[in-house]
């Protein structure tokens, strides 16, 4: 089965610690995708990433961080400097700058 | 700056209605404009438009976009309860191989029996 896995689906974390969020897919896209969305927000892009060992700022990047060691693995990390981390985080992959394709989601909880 | 917008932002009909769902964008370096479907998780792809005037149908959903006017419409006719969703419109900008989405905030669409 060809597709984007995200891991887990709920996630519940305490105030000041890191959590990273598995984002994997197996459609041998170069280019992955990270984006916050919360509720009349609309998806707003905190990192991507066009090929291995590269990637870049998006309009929300501040408390993240990402690495990009395997084409088929973009995991994010939500550092405790991220000010209001609660929200659903979608991961996208995509052959081109097109249509991307989304995972399923994790809904990030810190209380 | 860039911005994608989209109206209404929120939309009750019932069951057999037409509607239509509004996204205006200034973006530079406009590449295509995408819509998406998001029910309770992950948006699905829709329609990727490019070219103005041409307009994409699948089933009883269509699009069209204007690139002179900046906007795009979304029509579902008689719509049916399972339509109730967040409609996404997203715009493709950058050069070459670079290339990034900027999405509008969605229409939530509520079909009633």
């Known amino acids: 089965d060809g597709g984007i896995t995200q891991s887990p689906k709920y996630l519940f974390r305490k105030e000041g610690q890191n959590v990273t969020l598995s984002c994997e897919q197996n459609l041998n896209h170069d280019a992955m995708y990270w984006y916050r969305q919360d509720p009349g927000q609309g998806l707003r892009l905190i990192y991507y990433?066009?090929?291995?060992?590269?990637?870049q700022k998006g309009d929300i990047a501040e408390g993240y961080s990402v690495s990009r060691e395997k084409k088929e693995s973009f995991p994010l990390t939500v550092t405790s400097a991220q000010k209001n981390p609660t929200a659903f985080y979608l991961c996208a992959s995509s052959p081109a700058p097109y249509e991307q394709y989304f995972g399923p989601g994790t809904r990030l909880t810190v209380t | 700056e860039d911005k994608v917008v989209q109206s209404p932002l929120s939309l009750v009909v019932h069951e057999g209605d037409t509607v239509t769902l509004n996204c205006s964008y200034e973006?530079?370096?406009?590449?295509?404009l995408l819509w998406y479907k998001q029910e309770k998780k992950a948006p699905t792809f829709l329609f990727m438009l490019?070219?103005?005037?041409i307009e994409k149908k699948s089933g009883r959903l269509s699009s069209i976009l204007d690139k002179k006017e900046l906007f795009s419409i979304l029509n579902i006719t008689a719509t049916q309860t399972g339509d109730s969703a967040i409609y996404l419109c997203a715009v493709v900008k950058g050069r070459g191989s670079q290339g990034n989405l900027i999405f509008g905030k969605g229409t939530k669409l509520s079909v009633k029996p």
């Open positions: 973006v530079t370096n406009f590449r295509s």
């Open positions: 490019t070219s103005s005037g």
């Open positions: 990433s066009q090929i291995v060992n590269d990637f």
